[in-house]
């Protein structure tokens, strides 16, 4: 499977974007997807997880209620909405598939990556 990022730009601080993985060369559908971002000078961290269906998904405690993972398997589509948008979400963000079940965090569980859009928030 191949992933591609997009949707990454300079924004405001209260500000919003709508992150975009686009999945080719597999069965999108049979995978978790996942979203991880790394800010400046930090390991790669866990942002948001959906599993294979979208029936459940999973938010590290710092993105609760500020972003949306959602996907669309017909169109091999995943996304991140995200919301009031702080300079500390500052970070190149990557979508990633992974062959387990449920909505794992941890990026050793993840099979593919994209290759990562950068998103800036401003003070």
């Known amino acids: 499977v191949q992933l591609q990022a997009s949707g990454g730009g300079l924004v405001e601080a209260g500000g919003s974007l709508r992150l975009s993985c686009a999945a080719s060369?597999?069965?999108?559908?049979?995978?978790?997807v996942g979203w991880f971002r790394r800010p400046p000078g930090v390991e790669r961290e866990f942002v948001a997880a959906?599993?294979?269906?979208?029936?459940?998904?999973y938010y590290a405690d710092s993105e609760k209620g500020r972003f949306t993972i959602s996907r669309d398997n017909a169109e091999n589509r995943a996304y991140l909405q995200m919301n009031s948008l702080k300079p500390e979400d500052t970070a190149v963000y990557y979508c990633?598939?992974?062959?387990?079940?449920?909505?794992?965090?941890?990026?050793?569980?993840?099979?593919?990556w994209g290759q990562g859009t950068l998103v800036t928030v401003s003070s």
């Open positions: 990633a598939a992974s062959r387990s079940s449920g909505t794992p965090q941890s990026r050793y569980d993840y099979d593919y």
């Open positions: 959906m599993s294979w269906s979208g029936g459940r998904t």
């Open positions: 060369g597999g069965t999108f559908g049979r995978y978790a």
